[in-house]
């Protein structure tokens, strides 16, 4: 049980103004529900463990979470003791450390977090949190809002351009033609067909055109690529990576490829993986279908940074960690006989050392 120190807390260092922030989709996250800020919060914690959690408290969200960056604002301290203190309040209930993978398919990435509250949490209330999809979207990197579109401006009448002189109409076209008819127009094929914008290659292209790089033996031409690139998205629709596609295929090359692309065809063709069913398995005894998640959350060690489920980390530590902070809360001060002894013995030995 935590014990109120009665010793007098230092004042918070203010945040700067340019602290500075994480790349987006890391860095501080502040968890929901949290009681208003109070000049008692963190009371029941040391005078160390206060002074960096009201620090970390006024940080906006975003803002970089490191160890080495917070030793630089808090002078007070160094990295050691930082780290410390973050540990005693990962274990107080004040913050978790998580990774969360975002996007879907090549696309997928890691985000680490410092989920933050100012108000203390126990384990169950952590973990029930972070196995929600509330915390998966909240881990997730906030999309820059879209720009808001101009009003469309009025009308405004545009004079006629003109344009190089063309053969007079004859009577008949001259008697079919009005002021309101549009003027056809002159642009040349070449410049419209310029001006369409040029897809971009498809994954499957590109881990093809990547083969020869990877070993020469597998070079392949553009037209090659474009001609397998229908049987390589194949293997992509079946849910493996880029990565798999490539070491499939250059796994196991003989000395001499005669034919890349004859080649290749047959290794996409005899190692193509097996289809597995997109649809989720219905729940037993509901005969519904189970959500399955679309973000994992894994937590990491405060001390360590090892990964883990919500459940096997409890007090936000590994358990190396976790028995290594116990040992070090339950060591008191050192008995003054011991110290004494110590004296003496040293007392000793520099006697002994003395020359004669």
């Known amino acids: 049980m935590a014990v109120q120190h009665s010793s007098s807390a230092l004042p918070v260092p203010a945040v700067p103004a340019a602290y500075p922030m994480a790349k987006p989709g890391y860095g501080k996250r502040s968890a929901p529900d949290q009681q208003p800020r109070t000049r008692d919060d963190f009371a029941l914690l040391p005078t160390r463990e206060r002074y960096?959690?009201?620090?970390?408290?006024?940080?906006?969200?975003?803002?970089?979470?490191?160890?080495?960056?917070?030793?630089?604002?808090?002078?007070?301290?160094?990295?050691?003791?930082?780290s410390t203190a973050l540990n005693?309040?990962?274990?107080?209930?004040?913050?978790?450390?998580?990774?969360?993978?975002?996007?879907?398919?090549?696309e997928t990435r890691w985000v680490f977090r410092t989920f933050?509250?100012?108000?203390?949490?126990?384990?169950?209330?952590?973990?029930?949190?972070?196995?929600?999809?509330?915390?998966?979207r909240t881990a997730a990197p906030t999309e820059p809002p879209a720009a808001t579109a101009p009003p469309a401006p009025a009308p405004v009448a545009v004079p006629q351009q003109r344009t190089a002189p063309e053969a007079a109409p004859g009577p008949a076209e001259a008697l079919t033609q009005t002021p309101e008819t549009p003027a056809p127009s002159t642009a040349p094929a070449a410049l419209t067909a310029q001006a369409a914008p040029t897809a971009a290659p498809s994954p499957a292209y590109l881990a093809l055109a990547e083969l020869g790089r990877k070993d020469s033996r597998l070079a392949l031409s553009a037209d090659d690529c474009a001609a397998l690139e229908a049987q390589a998205g194949e293997w992509l629709a079946r849910g493996v990576s880029t990565d798999y596609l490539t070491a499939a295929l250059t796994a196991g090359l003989p000395e001499q490829v005669d034919c890349p692309p004859r080649f290749i065809r047959r290794r996409?063709?005899?190692?193509i993986p097996p289809q597995l069913p997109t649809t989720p398995t219905p729940s037993p005894g509901t005969g519904t279908s189970a959500p399955s998640p679309t973000h994992r959350i894994l937590v990491e060690?405060?001390?360590?940074?090892?990964?883990?489920?919500p459940?096997?980390?409890?007090?936000?530590?590994?358990?190396?960690?976790?028995a290594a902070h116990s040992q070090g809360q339950q060591a008191g001060p050192p008995d003054p006989t011991e110290i004494a002894a110590v004296k003496a013995h040293m007392a000793n030995l520099r006697t002994l050392l003395k020359p004669v």
């Open 52 to 82: 960096v959690a009201g620090f970390v408290d006024h940080l906006p969200d975003g803002a970089d979470m490191s160890v080495k960056q917070l030793a630089k604002q808090l002078p007070l301290y160094g990295q050691q003791a930082i």
């Open 88 to 106: 005693a309040l990962s274990v107080a209930g004040h913050l978790r450390r998580v990774r969360c993978a975002v996007g879907a398919g090549d």
């Open 116 to 136: 933050w509250s100012r108000t203390a949490r126990d384990n169950e209330w952590w973990n029930t949190y972070l196995a929600t999809e509330k915390a998966a």
């Open 268 to 271: 996409l063709t005899d190692k």
């Open 301 to 309: 060690c405060t001390d360590c940074g090892r990964p883990g489920q």
């Open 311 to 322: 459940e096997a980390l409890p007090d936000g530590l590994c358990r190396p960690c976790r």
